[in-house]
Antibody
Framework: QVQLQESGPGLVKPSQTLSLTCTVS??????????WSWIRQPAGKGLEWIGR???????NYNPSLKSRVTISVDTSKNQFSLKLSSVTAADTAVYYC?????WGKGTTVTVSS | QAVVTQEPSLTVSPGGTVTLTCGSS?????????PYWFQQKPGQAPRTLIY???NKHSWTPARFSGSLLGGKAALTLSGAQPEDEAEYYC??????????FGGGTKLTVL
């Protein structure tokens, strides 16, 4: 079955760009009609939807983050990625990639100098 | 941006029935919001239980069901088990453009 795995730096400096990759295994990211999403969760808090990319490549973003977020897909590597610019301590969270029915285990990103 | 509301906490007795709800600041929740329900246990990633209001995945226990109730999306747990103690989140779609999570309901089985 399809599995997702997040990867990327666990520590990012303030004002820099956070970059994460989600690797899809057990199936092709190009097949079917799916949304591939990024979601985050600050410690002890709820889930926040960041954005998604459709199988066709079209994207939608959380309006509150839209100016700082870019989600892209690399079908040759069966991956999709998140870039979040101008990060602050408020962006510290566990970041999940998901296909809505399947979730990665999450990766912790801390924003600190 | 819309705000999605859930009960902060609920308690159910083992074997009992409980309904969690998911409301929207924009008005009644409809099937057009394609409600999702997720279960998250401490230290784990969320798991999808319900999609498109009432559809279950193969791993969703039969005791969970989704519906629309009184202008809200609802998740009903019938015959609660100790392992159902968790945080539950709903997710609503707005105009097919963006999604919003509810704040979560902490369900205690006691």
């Amino acid at each position: 079955q399809v599995q997702l795995q997040e990867s990327g730096p666990g520590l990012v400096k303030p004002s820099q760009t956070l970059s994460l990759t989600c690797t899809v295994s057990g199936g092709s990211i190009s097949s079917g009609s799916y949304y591939w999403s990024w979601i985050r969760q600050p410690a002890g808090k709820g889930l926040e939807w960041i954005g998604r990319i459709y199988t066709s490549g079209s994207t939608n973003y959380n309006p509150s983050l839209k100016s700082r977020v870019t989600i892209s897909v690399d079908t040759s590597k069966n991956q999709f990625s998140l870039k979040l610019s101008s990060v602050t301590a408020a962006d510290t969270a566990v970041y999940y990639c998901a296909r809505t029915d399947v979730w990665g285990k999450g990766t912790t990103v801390t924003v600190s100098s | 941006q819309a705000v999605v509301t859930q009960e902060p906490s609920l308690t159910v007795s083992p074997g009992g029935t409980v309904t969690l709800t998911c409301g929207s600041s924009t008005g009644a929740v409809t099937s057009g919001h394609y409600p999702y329900w997720f279960q998250q246990k401490p230290g784990q990633a969320p798991r999808t239980l319900i999609y498109d209001t009432s559809n279950k995945h193969s791993w969703t226990p039969a005791r969970f069901s989704g519906s629309l109730l009184g202008g809200k999306a609802a998740l009903t747990l019938s015959g609660a088990q100790p392992e159902d103690e968790a945080e539950y989140y709903c997710l609503l779609s707005y105009s097919g453009v963006y999604w919003v999570f509810g704040g979560g309901t902490k369900l205690t089985v006691l």
